[in-house]
């Protein structure tokens, strides 16, 4: 049984997409209010206007045997004291373990072999992120340019929509946003499908018909609710791990080549600390 208040609203989130409507509407209420001061089912069922019945069946999804029992373990978890340093390590270490994991289940290799063609024949790529996906396309632009890729990081609005409409069939775009909602990434990735750019997107979203008709391949990535302001641990976690896996994935099929490579990138910043 979740024993953390961090643990217990994990466990909502993770079934949060298998609940019915009304169960929603009670997820939401223990996820979005941070003071509750009564706690008493009855209480809870009037301000929701459902049924004590709904608040029954809502914690057995949890997996609790009941609702008192649900309480009694968020009305500990909330009292217990934040300020400890090690509760504090164990939500922060938790929080990652938790992402790394789901991140794991959503690997698909079959998509990981098909962003690694089309990487090997595109001739220029270019990767597009705003805010704190904007740092990840940057990081990951710097990490292709060391295996001889052409590459560049779009990462301001006004260049994405430029750079959208000079693209052709030859190029690819790889466009990194957890949210999936990001309203001046989705304009430039429809454009450059639009001008026959092969469009990658990787986003802790749902495929949407909107999101499908942007892209030829969705990666998924993990994102728990409200994971998107960062309150425990940096968002673009998610990102950095998939986008580390495909790495290591790319680099290994045509290892000598491409470590031959890298190697020489090396050399050259070698010399250039040699020189300072």
């Given at each position: ?10 466990e ?6 298998n609940?019915t ?18 706690f008493?089912a ?5 301000f929701?206007?459902?049924?004590e ?5 809502f ?10 029992e ?8 909330t009292?217990?004291s ?8 164990q ?25 690694a063609?089309?990487?090997s ?14 740092i990840?396309?940057q990081e ?18 006004h ?25 001046e990434?989705?304009n ?10 092969y ?18 391949e ?15 641990i ?6 950095l ?7 290591s ?5 045509d ?22």
């Amino acid at each position: 049984m979740p024993q953390s208040q961090n643990i217990i609203l994990k466990e909502i989130e993770d079934i949060y997409d298998n609940l019915t409507p009304v169960e929603k509407n009670i997820a939401d209420y223990f996820l979005k209010t941070k003071n509750i001061t009564d706690f008493s089912a009855k209480a809870i069922a009037d301000f929701l206007y459902v049924s004590e019945a709904s608040l029954t069946r809502f914690a057995k999804k949890c997996g609790y045997k009941g609702f008192r029992e649900f309480i009694y373990s968020l009305k500990i978890s909330t009292n217990a004291s934040a300020d400890n340093v090690n509760e504090i390590i164990q939500k922060v270490t938790s929080s990652y373990k938790h992402i790394l994991d789901k991140n794991l289940h959503l690997i698909n290799e079959t998509q990981m072999e098909t962003l690694a063609f089309s990487i090997s024949k595109s001739k220029r790529i270019l990767i597009y992120g705003m805010g704190i996906s904007g740092i990840v396309a940057q990081e990951f632009k710097l990490r292709l340019m060391r295996l001889g890729i052409l590459v560049d990081a779009v990462t301001d609005a006004h260049l994405m929509k430029v750079s959208s409409a000079l693209v052709d069939e030859n190029h690819l775009i790889i466009a990194l946003s957890i949210s999936g909602k990001t309203k001046e990434l989705l304009n430039g990735i429809k454009i450059a499908k639009e001008h026959g750019a092969y469009v990658v997107l990787l986003t802790a979203a749902k495929g949407s018909e909107l999101l499908n008709s942007c892209c030829d391949e969705i990666i998924p990535v993990a994102a728990p609710k409200n994971f998107t302001t960062g309150t425990l641990i940096s968002p673009q976690f998610p990102l950095l791990i998939m986008l580390d896996i495909f790495y290591s994935y790319y680099l290994q099929t045509d290892y000598a080549a491409r470590f031959s490579i890298y190697s020489e990138t090396l050399s050259a910043l070698n010399i250039d600390n040699l020189a300072e």
